[in-house]
């Protein structure tokens, strides 16, 4: 996830973090990337100033990369970014937040409860794909 710094010696400069993502249970996707966060995490606070990010997802699994065991970062592998807003998600949507991050991520189950940990959810407003 790119967002820009809100906080600090960069503020304003873009500013990148990998977070964990799911886009629901396995047997549910939405398309829509939900996240399970913490203020702990600067990403977090700066997302909670300027909530426009990007997200920019690899081809790792896909058929190209995996049948000819293609690096995942190589051009050939295609990549797919979307850009839109982070938004806390909604009480309403909770269970189902919780339900796909730890379907996808059950190692979460044992995190630090002190992190205080919330969900967050992107509303995509663009998608760029590029595929070579």
């Known amino acids: 996830v790119a ?12 500013y990148g973090n990998c977070l964990l993502i799911s886009d ?3 047997n549910n996707s939405t398309g829509i990337p939900f996240f399970y966060v913490t ?4 990403t977090v606070a700066d ?3 300027d909530p426009v990010a990007s997200l920019t997802l690899p081809e790792a699994d896909g058929n190209f990369c995996r049948k000819n ?3 995942p970062e ?25 339900q ?15 992190y205080e940990w919330f ?5 995509i407003e663009h998608v760029w794909l590029q595929s070579w």
């Open 69 to 71: 065991v293609v690096d």
């Open 119 to 123: 969900f967050m959810k992107m509303n």
């Open 100 to 114: 796909a991050m730890f379907s996808r991520h059950p190692v979460i189950r044992k995190w630090p409860r002190s």
């Open 47 to 49: 997302l909670l100033k």
């Open 24 to 26: 629901g249970p396995v």
């Open 74 to 98: 190589d051009p050939r592998c295609a990549r797919l970014t979307l850009i839109g807003q982070m938004v806390t998600v909604p009480p309403e949507e909770t269970e189902f937040a919780k």
């Open 39 to 42: 203020l702990k995490d600067n």
């Open 3 to 14: 967002s820009r710094a809100a906080h600090g010696k960069i503020r304003g400069m873009p």
